[in-house]
């Protein structure tokens, strides 16, 4: 679980933007709920909201968390797919 929360800690870095909430940061908060413990998911959504001030995404990346919100699953996390499909890894091939 400490990768996952690496992993999902290098995904808000990158996915977080500043101002209202928008689909990057409801993305991370979604990967966040994933976490085991209580303790971890609050953690991991205090990570997110201090990103949230910090970082800003364009258009295109919201356009890319949105359409990364409907693929997003706790239980496929563990996996090299499922860690595409919530945005904590890159595609090998691209």
Same mark, same amino acid.
């Given at each position: 679980?400490?990768?996952?929360?690496?992993? +999902?800690?290098?995904? &808000?870095?990158?996915? !977080?933007?500043?101002g209202?909430?928008?689909?990057? &940061?409801?993305? +991370?908060?979604? !990967? %966040?709920? %994933?976490?085991?413990?209580?303790?971890?998911?609050? +953690?991991?959504?205090?990570?997110?909201?201090?990103?949230?001030?910090?970082? #800003?995404?364009?258009?295109?990346?919201?356009? #890319?968390? #949105?359409?990364?919100?409907?693929?997003?699953?706790?239980?496929?996390?563990? #996996? +090299?797919?499922?860690?595409?499909?919530?945005? !904590?890894?890159?595609?090998?091939?691209?």
């Amino acid at each position: 679980m400490k990768r996952l929360l690496l992993a +999902a800690t290098a995904v &808000l870095g990158l996915l !977080i933007a500043s101002g209202c909430k928008n689909p990057c &940061l409801e993305l +991370a908060q979604k !990967i %966040c709920d %994933c976490q085991s413990t209580t303790s971890l998911r609050d +953690a991991c959504n205090q990570q997110a909201s201090d990103r949230n001030s910090l970082e #800003t995404v364009t258009p295109e990346d919201e356009e #890319t968390c #949105t359409a990364l919100m409907d693929k997003c699953d706790c239980h496929a996390l563990d #996996t +090299a797919e499922g860690k595409l499909n919530c945005g !904590i890894a890159r595609d090998p091939a691209k």
